[in-house]
């Protein structure tokens, strides 16, 4: 049996366990472009996700994050391969046909908040039209109901009441990612991605917004929040999935990640001494082209551990793909 088959025979055993509400074994991303180079967007990552959790997946921009996300929702476009498989309740996302996911997945099982909430409301619509169509579609409320279901869901993602009959044209960056929340929120999806939901925030309304997808997750669903902010990562997540150049390196408990221990990996390390509030100090040089990856480590360039073993690629060994991974700091 080669290994990536055992892997995706681990993820239906973790999903009919019932630990996970998500299994994702093996999920690698590749974009043709003209010319015949590939771009590894997302190389063959692993990670479960239960009912009550929310997993943090957290790395600079353009590692992959938003990639991952949308081949879940099978919105990738035409030039994509994606293998590999991510179970949802026994359905394969990666494997489910198109009817599938537009019937049945998106929206009803599984929740977005996109990373850019204009681009996807319809901009001859109101606010609160956009909430009562998807109460109509999502759900079973009758008429009269819809309105006050669409009122509470603008409420629960700090949507003020006010601007709900705004068209998208009138609404700033903050207000149209509060709405593309409260639309997410409104499925009861079993599983929500939510894709950077606190861009344009003040530092209260993303603790609002946070605490909401918290409190979702806390209902028993289970939440993916990509974010840049790890302070809101630090708030709200149990785990945290660190992705650089396609690949997750690190997994990790949030109050190791974030405590004193801290995470494993180096280039982790280095997300954290880059905040303000702690050593300030960025990580130097600058993340590999995904279309020209080493065949080692891909950090090794910018790694303060590397040596020559770094030329081979470091397999996850505990949670963590590193040949020379971090002592504990405490
Ligand atoms: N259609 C496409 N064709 C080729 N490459 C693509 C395509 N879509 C995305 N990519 C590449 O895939 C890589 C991962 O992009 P992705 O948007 O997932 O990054 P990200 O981690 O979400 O970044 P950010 O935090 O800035 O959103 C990027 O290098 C991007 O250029």
Do not use: W
């Not at 006010?162 to 999806?189: F, K, M, N, V």
């Amino acid at each position: 049996m080669t290994a990536r088959i055992a892997r995706a025979l681990q993820a239906v055993t973790a999903e009919r366990a019932g630990d996970a509400v998500l299994s994702v074994r093996g999920l690698t991303v590749r974009f043709r472009l003209p010319g015949g180079r590939t771009v590894a967007a997302v190389g063959d990552a692993d990670f479960d996700l239960a009912a009550g959790e929310c997993l943090a997946l957290v790395g600079e921009s353009g590692c992959g994050k938003s990639v991952l996300a949308s081949a879940l929702l099978g919105l990738l476009p035409g030039n994509a391969e994606t293998s590999g498989t991510a179970f949802l309740d026994g359905t394969d996302l990666l494997a489910a046909d198109e009817k599938t996911l537009a019937r049945t997945v998106r929206g009803r099982r599984v929740g977005l908040v996109p990373q850019s909430p204009a681009a996807h409301l319809t901009p001859v619509r109101t606010v609160r039209s956009h909430l009562e169509e998807t109460v109509r579609a999502l759900t079973g409320t009758s008429r009269r109901a819809r309105r006050k279901t669409a009122e509470d869901a603008a409420d629960r993602a700090a949507f003020p009441a006010g601007h709900l009959d705004r068209y998208p044209h009138e609404l700033s960056g903050g207000l149209a990612q509060r709405a593309a929340t409260a639309l997410a929120l409104i499925g009861d999806a079993r599983l929500l991605l939510a894709d950077e939901p606190t861009t344009g925030l003040d530092r209260d309304l993303v603790d609002r917004t946070v605490d909401e997808l918290r409190r979702h997750a806390d209902e028993g669903r289970a939440l993916l929040l990509i974010t840049h902010d790890l302070a809101a990562a630090a708030r709200i997540a149990d785990r945290v999935a660190v992705m650089y150049a396609g690949r997750i390196v690190e997994v990790a408990p949030a109050h190791r990640f974030f405590g004193p221990t801290g995470p494993r990996h180096p280039y982790a390390r280095g997300l954290l001494d880059a905040l303000p509030d702690r050593a300030f100090t960025p990580v130097p040089g600058m993340p590999p082209e995904l279309s020209a990856l080493p065949d080692g480590c891909a950090f090794a360039p910018r790694c303060p551990r590397a040596t020559a073993r770094c030329a081979t690629r470091p397999e996850p060994t505990a949670g963590v793909a590193c040949h020379h991974p971090e002592q504990p700091r405490a």
